[in-house]
């Protein structure tokens, strides 16, 4: 069967057009005006994203992008309470495409609690209404998608507020390059035969087991194995280099054919030689267990455009899975389950 006749029979709510489209998340968020007159900038000492899943993913990306940029300490929380030391210092953004996690808005009333300046990221639900009733700044999301599709409105729209309040150089020229990149891109992926239905055809039946850098490219695995769990439906497991071969390692010393695992490493040209070196290695220690290996990089020359371009690379190749896998790439049942009964 034609892999446009799979998706028209799996595809519940046409991710397919929500993927090809995404350019136009960025472009609305980066076109947002905001209006964040309440922060006083010169008493931000710390940062603090505070979110779950996708949303959490989005202060994740911005450790990576903005890693040589970023002044302040960062952190993101992903919990019911904020670390103890935040405080009117501190800078958070409660980040939730529902507005309704229950996390985040536990989390946003120990902000409010704490006195700390705070803007929120939403559509609406009850973090629009409790920031409403105590006058914080809300950046408003287009709705109508999964929040994990979300992942560019909230990140851009992150990148915006930093941005707005001066606590980073102007994003302008980087953020039109990658709008351009995936323009480009989503005309390639949803083509009948291209690279990314490719990779998912060769990872079927197996898990991932993604790779990355610490700070580098730390977030696009993170996002890698979140869209492999709740798109596809698979396990999925990642971890970094160089933590990675202090522990990790001595488990391929037993790794069985029957585990079907396979790795994929997440390539960068800026990563340090040692590091490169480790991947080296490590790699052919694997390849000895018996397990196969995909190697990912991106080759456009900008670091940041590197980051999403592997990204979207990744929301493809996961999306594409499902499909494979005859499985609704909207659907999370675990998820509602497990919603309905706490
Ligand atoms: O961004 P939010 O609406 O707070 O959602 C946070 C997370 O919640 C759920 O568990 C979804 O399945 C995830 O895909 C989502 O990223």
């Not at 034609?2 to 998340?25: A, C, P, R, W």
């Not at 670390?83 to 946003?108: F, M, R």
């Not at 030689?273 to 000895?288: A, P, Y």
């Amino acid at each position: 069967m034609k892999i446009s006749e799979m998706i028209k029979s799996v595809d519940s709510q046409n991710q397919f057009e929500v993927l090809k489209n995404t350019y136009q998340q960025i472009e609305y968020s980066w076109n947002l005006k905001l209006n964040l007159s309440q922060i006083d900038t010169s008493k931000i000492k710390n940062v603090i994203v505070t979110g779950l899943g996708g949303s959490a993913i989005g202060g994740d990306l911005l450790i990576n992008f903005l890693r040589d940029e970023i002044k302040y300490p960062y952190q993101v929380n992903r919990n019911y309470n904020l670390p103890k030391y935040a405080n009117e210092n501190t800078l958070v953004i409660a980040s939730s495409y529902s507005g309704n996690t229950e996390e985040t808005v536990s989390a946003l009333n120990d902000a409010i609690k704490k006195k700390c300046q705070v803007v929120c990221i939403t559509t609406g639900g009850k973090i629009e209404n409790l920031a409403n009733q105590n006058s914080i700044p809300v950046v408003k999301l287009l709705k109508g998608f999964q929040p994990r599709y979300a992942l560019y409105l909230n990140f851009f729209a992150l990148l915006k507020i930093f941005e707005s309040l001066i606590l980073i150089d102007k994003q302008e020229k980087i953020v039109q390059e990658i709008i351009l990149l995936l323009k480009q891109k989503s005309e390639i992926y949803s083509k009948e035969k291209n690279e990314t239905l490719n990779l998912a055809e060769s990872l079927l039946g197996h898990t991932p087991i993604i790779y990355a850098v610490s700070d580098i490219t730390s977030a696009v695995a993170c996002r890698f194995k979140g869209q492999f769990n709740e798109n596809s439906k698979v396990h999925a497991f990642y971890n970094f280099y160089p933590e990675l071969d202090h522990n990790e390692i001595v488990g391929w010393e037993s790794y069985r054919s029957i585990m079907n695992f396979k790795v994929i490493n997440l390539l960068d040209e800026t990563y340090n030689e040692q590091i490169k070196k480790r991947f080296e290695i490590t790699s052919k220690l694997i390849k000895n267990s018996g397990a196969e290996i995909i190697n990912l990089n991106s080759s456009e020359k900008n670091f940041k455009v590197r980051l999403i371009d592997l990204i979207y690379l990744g929301d493809w190749i996961t999306y594409y899975l499902a499909i494979l896998r005859n499985v609704d790439p909207t659907e999370i049942d675990n998820i509602n389950f497990l919603k309905d009964n706490l």
